[in-house]
C-alpha cells in the first residue's frame, strides 16, 4: 500500500476511483433521509401498489436468482469436465454480448399476446402475469450464462478434473461430484456472483418495464415512478422504496448464506451409496439448448424488425458512450490493478452488489449540485459507475494468472516498474484486454438509468429507444431498435475476437 503511494500514479489512479465513485455517499444519505420520516413511511405503507409490488418483485428475484443458478448447476454437473464443456465455454461471451434489452424484447415479441407464438396458437393467449414470472424466466435464462461465465473462471480444472476422476473410480456420480467437489471449491466466487444476480434482478427497470407487470409493476419500476415525479412526498416515498430494495437484498443474502451453511454441514455423506455417473438428461438438454437462445433471439428479431426508418441518432449515441467508456475504464482499471492497492478494496464491486437505483439517485443529486445534468460528459460519468468494476471483474483473474518470475527477470535487466508495466504485462494481457472492452463496451451500451436521469432525455440511446417503443409502438421498429443493439454489441466482440486472433497467430507466445 505505502509503496504504490510513492508513485505519482498511485495518487491518480486514486483520485480517479474516488471521482467515479463519490455517489455512493450521496446515495446513502438520501436513503438516511426520509427514512426518519413517520410520515412518508405512512404514506407508502398506505399505498395501494406496495403490496402487489412488493409479491413481484420477490417472485421474480427468486426465480431469477434461483433459476440461473439451478441451469447452470445443471449444466455444469452433465458437461464439466469433458470437450463439450470447453465448446460451451467458448460460446458463452457470444451469449453474453447479447443484450439484456434485446433478449427480453425478443421474448416479449414471442410470448406477448399478439406476438410470433400466439399467431401459431390463438388458443395459447398470454395469461395474465400479475407476480413477474414471465420476467424471472427471462432473466434466469439470461444471467444462467454469467453464472456460468463467473463458474467457468472460478473452476481450477486440473486439480479438480483429477479428484473426479477419482471419485468416478470409486462409483460415484456427477451430482455428487458436484456437490462434494465443485460447488465447496468455487463458494466463495459463487456466493458473490449470486449476489450481483440478486442485486441486478431485484433493481432492473429496463426489461421490467418491457415485459411486465404493468400495473402495478415491480417494486423498481414504482420508484422510478415516484422518483421521476416533481412532488417531493412522491420521491420520499421512492427513495423510501430504494431503501426497501436494499433490505430485502440484504434478507435474500442473509438466508441465502444460512441455507448454504445448514446444506454443507450435510456434505460429504458418510452412506456411502453410489448413484449411476450418465450425466444428467436436464443438463445435457440445458447445455445444447442455452446457447440456441441467443441465435433465436436474434432470428427473432431478424424477422419482425422493419429495416427502414432507423435513425441514426440513437445508434451514434450508444456507440459514441460505449467506445468512450469502454476505452476509459479499461485504462483505469489496468492502472488499478497495476498501482491500486493489493488488498481492502472491496468496495470496488459495491455497484455490482448493490441495487442500481439508489446508485443512480446519488449520481442525479451530484450532478444537479453541480449543474452537470443533461450534459455529455454527466452521463459518460454515470456510465463508468458499472463499467468499471465489469472490466475489472474480466481483467483481474489474468492479471493474478502473471507469470512473477517474467517481472523478476526484466527487474534483474534495471528495467524500471512502468516499463515491465507497459513491455510486458500489457502485451501479455492483450487478450483478457480485448475481452474487458468487449464487455465494458456492451455494459454502457445496456445502461437506461443514467442515461435516462443524468442526460435530461436529451440523449436517446438504443436502449432507451427499445424501452420506450415497448408500451405501445410498432413491433417492427421495436424489433428494429432490438436488433441494431444486438448487433452494435455483436459487432465490438466479433472485433475483439478477430484481434485476439491476429495477436495469437503473430505472437508465438499467444496461440
Not at 412532488?231 to 426497501?244: H, P, R, Y
Not at 517474467?406 to 513491455?423: C, D, E, H, Y
Not at 435516462?452 to 417492427?476: D, I, K
Request: proline share 6%.
Amino acid at each position: 500500500m505505502a509503496s504504490t503511494l510513492r508513485h505519482p500514479q498511485g495518487w491518480l489512479i486514486r483520485i480517479a476511483m474516488a471521482v467515479i465513485y463519490l455517489p455512493l455517499i450521496p446515495a446513502g444519505a438520501i436513503l438516511i433521509a426520509p427514512a426518519l420520516s413517520k410520515t412518508a413511511w405512512r404514506e407508502m405503507v398506505r399505498d395501494p401498489q406496495l403490496l402487489p409490488a412488493l409479491a413481484a418483485t420477490l417472485v421474480s428475484t427468486l426465480i431469477a436468482t434461483l433459476g440461473a443458478l439451478a441451469i447452470a448447476l445443471c449444466i455444469v454437473a452433465a458437461l464439466w469436465p469433458g470437450a463439450r464443456w470447453r465448446r460451451l465455454s467458448t460460446r458463452l461471451p457470444w451469449l453474453l454480448a447479447i443484450p439484456h434489452v434485446a433478449f427480453a424484447t425478443a421474448a416479449l415479441l414471442i410470448f406477448a399476446e399478439g406476438g410470433a407464438f400466439y399467431r401459431l396458437c390463438s388458443a395459447c393467449s398470454a395469461l395474465s402475469d400479475p407476480y413477474g414470472v414471465g420476467l424471472g424466466l427471462t432473466l434466469a435464462v439470461k444471467e444462467s450464462a454469467f453464472v456460468l461465465w463467473a463458474i467457468y473462471a472460478a473452476l481450477p480444472e486440473k486439480a479438480l478434473a483429477q479428484k473426479m476422476v477419482i471419485l468416478k473410480t470409486f462409483g460415484y456420480g456427477r451430482l455428487q461430484g458436484l456437490c462434494w467437489l465443485v460447488l465447496p471449491a468455487i463458494a466463495p466466487a459463487l456466493g458473490a456472483v449470486m449476489l450481483a444476480v440478486a442485486a441486478w434482478s431485484i433493481s432492473v427497470v429496463d426489461v421490467a418495464i418491457i415485459l411486465g407487470p404493468g400495473n402495478p409493476p415491480t417494486l423498481a419500476v414504482l420508484a422510478w415512478q415516484w422518483l421521476s415525479q416533481g412532488d417531493a412526498q412522491q420521491q420520499a416515498k421512492g427513495t423510501l422504496l430504494c431503501l426497501v430494495l436494499l433490505l430485502l437484498l440484504a434478507l435474500m443474502s442473509i438466508a441465502g448464506f444460512y441455507a448454504w451453511q445448514a446444506w454443507r454441514r450435510t456434505l460429504p455423506a458418510t452412506t456411502g451409496i453410489r448413484y449411476r455417473s450418465r450425466a444428467p438428461v436436464i443438463g445435457n438438454a440445458l447445455g445444447w439448448l442455452l446457447p440456441l437462445t441467443g441465435l433465436l433471439c436474434a432470428l427473432v428479431l431478424l424477422l419482425l424488425a422493419r429495416y427502414g426508418g432507423i435513425t441514426l441518432a440513437p445508434l451514434n449515441a450508444s456507440l459514441s458512450f460505449g467506445l468512450f467508456s469502454a476505452i476509459i475504464a479499461l485504462a483505469l482499471a489496468m492502472l488499478w490493478l497495476e498501482w491500486g492497492p493489493r488488498r481492502g478494496a472491496r468496495w470496488v464491486w459495491l455497484p455490482l452488489a448493490l441495487p442500481a437505483l439508489p446508485l443512480v439517485t446519488g449520481q442525479y443529486a451530484i450532478a444537479l449540485h453541480l449543474r452537470l445534468d443533461g450534459e455529455y460528459i454527466a452521463v459518460l460519468w454515470g456510465h463508468l459507475l458499472w463499467v468499471l468494476p465489469w472490466t475489472l471483474l474480466v481483467l483481474q483473474p489474468a492479471w493474478r494468472r502473471l507469470d512473477p518470475r517474467l517481472m523478476l527477470i526484466a527487474s534483474t535487466q534495471g528495467w524500471q516498474r512502468g516499463k515491465i508495466f507497459w513491455l510486458v504485462k500489457c502485451p501479455l494481457l492483450l487478450r483478457p484486454m480485448l475481452l474487458a472492452f468487449a464487455t465494458g463496451f456492451s455494459v454502457s451500451v445496456a445502461q437506461y438509468m443514467p442515461t435516462q436521469w443524468l442526460g435530461a432525455g436529451r440523449y436517446a440511446t438504443l436502449t432507451t429507444e427499445a424501452v420506450a417503443l415497448s408500451s405501445g409502438g410498432s413491433a417492427p421498429i421495436l424489433a428494429g431498435q432490438a436488433l441494431w443493439l444486438l448487433l452494435l454489441n455483436a459487432a465490438i466482440f466479433s472485433a475483439a475476437a478477430l484481434l485476439s486472433r491476429l495477436a495469437g497467430r503473430y505472437r508465438q507466445g499467444l496461440r
